[in-house]
């Protein structure tokens, strides 16, 4: 089974532009998280998408927001951007959405704000 | 709210010596604990995970880890280092049904 995709790779963009960052969930899994790392701040959750409902949200701005489309697939935007926002977004997929579910990460987008 | 608390965000150990990454949680209620670890430029991948049916869990590549609950831990261990575990590894609990909290990570380096 193909693993957790995510495109682009890499982003370069300029403060106040948006950027939209999409994630191809494991084929069956239906929740799909996404956790923003930084050196200062580690990894920190930032949304979580079952059945393309938003289940749960961590402590970021509302310029951090996210779908899901009914084939699982999500998409993470980003408007505004500020240099902060630099850092390595992580997208993670599960069957459902139970506790006790294992999250399969991907290899991330590495996006760069000038 | 629960956390984990990684002591030390750089371990270096030889190569074939005993490999020990610690890791304190915090919880009120019984934990779904996690290892994940991170080669450069990669993601995160699941090294193991305690959901209470053993203390002593079995990772890939040769690592386990024990859930104590007296201790509030659930260290990493390896008994023999190889050149290929060189990475960054990351304790994480459960917090919320698809939330994990990491912990800040521990930078392993083997030195040959």
């Known amino acids: 089974k193909a693993g957790v995709t995510q495109t682009p790779r890499y982003l370069i963009k300029t403060r106040g532009q948006q950027v939209t960052l999409s994630c191809s969930p494991i084929?069956?899994?239906?929740?799909v998280s996404w956790y923003q790392q930084t050196p200062g701040q580690g990894l920190q959750f930032l949304f979580e998408y079952f059945s393309e409902t938003q289940r749960n949200k961590g402590n970021f701005p509302g310029r951090f927001s996210g779908r899901q489309f009914s084939n699982s697939r999500s998409e993470m935007n980003v408007s505004t951007l500020e240099l902060g926002d630099s850092a390595l977004y992580l997208c993670?997929?599960?069957?459902?959405?139970?506790?006790?579910?294992?999250?399969?990460f991907g290899p991330g987008t590495r996006l760069t704000v000038l | 709210a629960q956390s984990v608390t990684q002591l030390g965000s750089h371990v270096s150990v030889s190569e074939g010596a005993l490999v020990l990454l610690r890791c304190n949680y915090s919880?009120?209620?019984?934990?779904?604990l996690f290892w994940y670890v991170q080669y450069p430029n990669q993601g995160l991948q699941l090294l193991l995970k305690?959901?209470?049916?053993?203390?002593l869990v079995k990772g890939i590549n040769g690592f386990e880890a024990e859930f104590k609950k007296s201790e509030t831990s659930f260290h990493l261990t390896k008994p023999s280092a190889h050149m290929s575990d060189a990475a960054e590894y990351f304790c994480?609990?459960?917090?919320?049904?698809?939330?994990?909290?990491f912990g800040q990570g521990t930078r392993l380096t083997i030195n040959p």
């Open positions: 993670a997929s599960s069957l459902v959405s139970r506790v006790e579910d294992t999250q399969y």
């Open positions: 919880s009120s209620v019984p934990p779904y």
């Open positions: 084929s069956g899994h239906r929740s």
């Open positions: 305690y959901t209470s049916a053993a203390t």
């Open positions: 994480a609990v459960r917090q919320g049904a698809q939330k994990l909290v």
